[in-house]
């Protein structure tokens, strides 16, 4: 289940409206069972009691290229001020520049009680002659609430053994608290995350 989003973000007068659009379709990919996310990006069904996932933990939608920085922080300012997001947060891509060679932003709220991502990146680069369809399925993603921070990456060790998967990326902590790490079916061009959210920031 990803978002159609376009090539690039709509021009300043139409993000209100496409702001909106996306919402509307978080209200629905949220209600994704744990076990339909995985089985989605694995293709066959596995029993998620052996794996210690406890539930969705976010969705992740690609929202389009930006041009320039300020295209970006007029973004990142209308989604701050939407009365349908609270908890606001952002940072720049660590798997953009590494895997794509292109910089990016990620905005992190919640939408409805339920956490939503928020990703683009700059078009820029070999990055920028992709087709929009594949884009949005590298950036886009679901991710899955892991029971402690230690199973993170042995759990992502043992998805990644199965024929297609590939580890993509494992951070032991960020700048929110999490310790994730995000698989790549190569197949497909899907990605998937598992996260233990740990505690998060003090704030001062």
Known sequence: MIYPAPAALPPGEEQEAYLDSVLDWFDDAA???PDAALTGFLGHPVDLRTLRITGLHHVAVYVGDYDREEDFDQWLALVGKSPGTEDVRTGPSHIAPREYGTPGHWINCRAGGRELELFTCR??????GRPAEEKNALMS?????VDAPDHVRPLLDYLAS?????LLAFAPGDELGHTYGHLLRRDTGRVLELVHPGAPPARG
């Open 31 to 33: 209600r994704t069972t």
């Open 123 to 128: 078009s820029r680069g070999d990055w920028a």
């Open 141 to 145: 993603h679901f991710g899955l609430a």
């Open 162 to 166: 199965f024929d297609g998967v590939e």
